[in-house]
């Protein structure tokens, strides 16, 4: 059965039945799908012979000015006079509010209709917040907001909570954060190698496995997102630690050939990661949460160092061949060539869903070279998972699952 696909219409349902009790009431049906179907066009176009790329929050200025005091580091500029809310103002203004800490303002009108009048600025990314630690006392708008990430790409948000994607014509379940962080507890990454002593026993609490995966979304996300920034594309192969010797052999799939010693820069991550439980529990909790809250000089300077590993992690990506990290997030080497090309490939599948019960058939040759070596890659080792970045920013994780190769589309940053 071909896949469903949703046009504003549709979305402004499933938003109205996707929005939180707790957020402020959507316009009317008539202005909230007037307000996605212009979204949607205006994604379609170029500015410059770029994707229009954009952020919008959908609220009048007194809504915005009645949160003056939580919205305290927003730069709030008024038009003298508001601009017609439509595809080619929203393409011509997109450069400004390209980074997710700016933002355009639209309103709807007394005449149901919709108007352009400012944009925000502010000091910290809000579309983050949920992955990254609340070392500030900023928050986003208590609005809807949408980015715009690309070609029919639209995320909703009601401040820092994601509450809907559209992404190739279909509303996604799982986007760029849950895919990872529903395999990050055991399948991907070794949490509890990962924490080495810093903390005591073999099992750890529930409490305990959100930080370690929660860390490491953190610095993945940050990545990939100054991958694509870069305008290049990347392999980043994920690898068994008791597998690397095997793999890495003359006769293994990935062959580094700048391969990183063994207590260098390798175990840089898993460092820092402990230097967070050890001052988490120094200051009482070991919870995601507590690092979240937790207004501490060391924590905000380690927080700096998990920063500086993933733009580090970027900037060897740009080499040619792939990046090669343990399930502990140990670097292992870097321009890795994927020695598989002779394993026969015959057929790949997009899945539609989280545990991918819903594939959609796919051409061996869909994607790049990069593509087609992370398939046969993780056809010769199945216990690798692969993410490839094109050079359009478009972001796969690619796995086998029961003999077949599955790749699931994540959201563009």
């Not at 949490?191 to 005591?200: I, K, S, T, Y």
């Not at 090669?324 to 002779?342: D, K, M, N, P």
């Not at 599948?349 to 087609?372: F, I, K, W």
């Not at 080792?381 to 699952?401: K, M, N, Y």
Request: contains cysteine.
């Amino acid at each position: 059965m071909p896949a469903l696909h949703y046009y504003p219409a549709d979305l402004a349902l499933a938003l109205r039945q996707h929005w939180p009790a707790e957020a402020p009431p959507l316009p009317a049906t008539e202005v909230l799908t007037a307000f996605i179907s212009t979204l949607y066009q205006a994604s379609l176009l170029a500015e410059e012979g770029r994707p229009v790329v954009c952020h919008v929050v959908l609220a009048t200025q007194a809504e915005l000015e009645a949160q003056a005091v939580t919205l305290t580091d927003f730069h709030l500029l008024r038009f003298a006079e508001p601009r017609a809310y439509s595809e080619q103002e929203l393409r011509r203004l997109s450069p400004a509010v390209q980074q997710a800490s700016s933002l355009l303002a639209v309103a709807p009108t007394a005449a149901a209709s919709l108007e352009l009048w400012g944009l925000l600025f502010s000091e910290h990314q809000w579309d983050q917040l949920v992955d990254q630690p609340r070392l500030t006392t900023a928050r986003p708008p208590h609005a809807l907001l949408v980015q715009v990430s690309g070609p029919g790409s639209l995320v909703f948000y009601h401040g820092a909570q994601r509450v809907l994607t559209l992404q190739r014509g279909r509303i996604e379940g799982h986007g760029f954060v849950s895919f990872p962080k529903a395999w990050a507890g055991a399948r991907f990454v070794e949490n509890r190698q990962l924490a080495g002593d810093a903390l005591a026993g073999p099992i750890l609490t529930p409490e305990q496995q959100e930080l370690l995966m929660r860390l490491t979304l953190q610095m993945q996300r940050r990545a990939l997102t100054r991958i694509r920034a870069s305008g290049h594309g990347a392999l980043v192969v994920l690898v068994p630690t008791d597998r690397v010797e095997a793999l890495t052999a003359p006769s293994g799939a990935l062959r580094p050939k700048y391969r990183v010693l063994p207590g260098q820069a390798g175990p840089r991550f898993p460092a820092v990661v402990q230097a967070v439980v050890r001052r988490l529990a120094a200051l009482g909790e070991v919870s995601w949460a507590h690092y979240q809250r937790a207004q501490d000089a060391e924590l905000l300077a380690l927080t700096a160092e998990i920063e500086h590993f993933a733009d580090y992690l970027a900037g060897l990506a740009a080499v040619d061949g792939a990046v090669v990290l343990t399930q502990q997030v140990a670097l292992v080497g870097f321009g890795v060539e994927i020695q598989a090309t002779q394993v026969p490939l015959e057929r790949v599948y997009r899945a539609l869903d989280l545990e991918a019960q819903q594939l959609q058939p796919l051409a061996v040759d869909h994607g790049g070279t990069r593509h087609r070596a992370a398939y046969r890659l993780c056809l010769a080792a199945p216990e690798c998972l692969t993410i490839v970045v094109s050079q359009d920013g478009t972001v796969q994780f690619v796995h086998e699952q029961a003999g077949q190769i599955i790749v699931w589309d994540q959201l563009t940053y």
